[in-house]
């Protein structure tokens, strides 16, 4: 059995303006932005490690708030390399003492200087494995609020565009947020060996809260994973939209039991044998496919 957890929280850093038009009064605050989320992270890291967590995958922009709910260029300026930017060294240093793996999705900003939405890939003695870029990039509105994340990110532009990395605990993968409405997505990482897929989120509204679960439960059934869904929970100045949170592990034959209480963390113990072992149901859907009769 591992023992993974996901984080379930919103921006920690105590000084937001109480209106959006007070925004640009940040600009010089990134640093510290930064620096309070990712502490905040670090805090709920040790915690997890004092009661065995063996992974954990953090929230989807972890080091700010969630600032694509509009358009603000002060935002740009909190993109970071994804293999020498603080919030990695600080995470290096973190799965090295705690011996945890730790998925980290950041705001990256490349030598190429483009900007992604990155889940970076580190094991537990402190390596940066590789690092996997969004592929969707959402841009729309529902009833509680629009989302431009065009603006802030590119889409993924190197393959594979659904890398895999053998870490201490197993083989794993990330879809994040948007990735995971998409047939094929879950598919191709399975294929690749995907055992533990993390799916961290920064979702709202009806639609979105409804079908939240219940895509995790048939992708990780329908494919023969364990995927571990992160969402932030709560509101977060000046916006206030609220994150419904739900966060959740489910795996080939159901829901993953939350072994701890913890706030602000979800934990459970998974076991990376039934993926191997013969479904319960009788199925064998990789054997009884038929591709010639379907895209």
Known sequence: MITIALTETINAYPGMPARVEGLHTLASRLEDIRRANVDHNLDLIADAAKIGVQAIGLGE???APYFALNKEPMWLAMAESAESGPTVRALCDAALRHRMVIVAPIY???ASGRRYNTAVFIDNDGRILGKYRKTHIPHGEN?????VEPFYFGRSDEEPYFPVFKTAIGVVGAAIC???HFEGVIRTLALAGAELIFSPAVTFGAKSERMWQLEFDVDAARHGVFIAGSNRRGAEPPWNQPFFGGSL???PNGRVPRIESRPELIIGAIDLDEIRRPDPSGWNLPRDRRPDIYR
Do not use: K, S
Not at 143 to 147: D, I, K, N, P, T
């Open 108 to 110: 990256e900003l490349a």
């Open 249 to 251: 592990i489910t795996g």
């Open 143 to 147: 009833e509680q609020g629009q989302f």
């Open 61 to 63: 922009l972890f080091a």
């Open 178 to 180: 948007y990735d995971r």
